[in-house]
């Protein structure tokens, strides 16, 4: 089972084209999520793998012992640190690491781009081998109940998802559910006003405001 429909190289190009000029201000509003927000997730001794780590925002920006990233566009590479270990492959297949290796998985607006729901599962199936007893899965994308019609504004959107489906999806792979979130950040950066730093800090301190603004669930898992 394809991980998604597209080629590696269709998929470099895709990204290039649709974040090309943004860089500077995605990797920003990064460094702002991750130390105000998900750094709280993330013991500073752990070993942490960014599922289709595209750019590498997440990863980049993350203080722990040891960081993997994993992504079949070829050109992902180029966004990694020189201490993150690149996986270019199919996240549907088996996985090059050995089992119970992590601590913690963090995927961003990725599974909507995969093939299929069985590649999904596939996916979910490799993480949890792949983790630690104790270890979290923090996933986050578009929440189609809210994005509606403009979910397919993107070609290589596949799976419609929510934070309920997701859910189920973690909990029949044996995952504990510690947090389902209907709406969490906005649904997308591209081509959209920048927004100055101060205000993202703050929104991210107001929950009241996720309900406002939010369209992608925030999902916190564990394996037991």
């Not at 105000?36 to 722990?64: E, H, K, W």
């Not at 590479?77 to 050995?98: A, G, I, K, N, P």
């Not at 995969?114 to 104790?134: N, V």
């Not at 998802?161 to 973690?170: D, I, N, Q, V």
């Amino acid at each position: 089972m394809k991980q998604t429909s597209e080629t590696p190289g269709q998929l470099e190009r895709i990204y290039s084209n649709r974040f090309d000029g943004q860089s500077e201000y995605r990797t920003r509003v990064w460094k702002i999520l991750v130390s105000q927000f998900f750094s709280r997730y993330v013991p500073s001794n752990a070993t942490v793998l960014d599922l289709g780590s595209g750019q590498g925002l997440f990863i980049n920006n993350i203080g722990c012992r040891e960081k993997f990233a994993m992504d079949l566009n070829p050109g992902a590479r180029q966004s990694l640190d020189s201490d993150v270990t690149f996986l270019e492959q199919d996240c549907s297949q088996r996985w090059e690491l050995d089992n119970d290796s992590l601590d913690l998985i963090f995927s961003s607006n990725f599974f909507e781009h995969m093939a299929s729901k069985q590649a999904l599962s596939d996916t979910i199936g490799e993480a949890r081998r792949c983790m630690r007893s104790g270890a979290s899965f923090i996933a986050m994308g578009p929440n189609i109940r809210f994005v509606g019609g403009a979910y397919w504004d993107f070609w290589d959107h596949h799976l419609p998802l929510t934070e309920l489906s997701m859910a189920e999806l973690l909990e029949m792979h044996g995952f504990r559910i510690e947090r389902a979130t209907d709406r969490f950040l906005p649904y997308t950066m591209t081509n959209m006003r920048p927004i100055p730093g101060a205000l993202i800090a703050l929104y991210l301190r107001l929950p009241f405001a996720w309900k406002l603004f939010g369209k992608q669930f925030l999902i916190i898992a564990k394996k037991p």
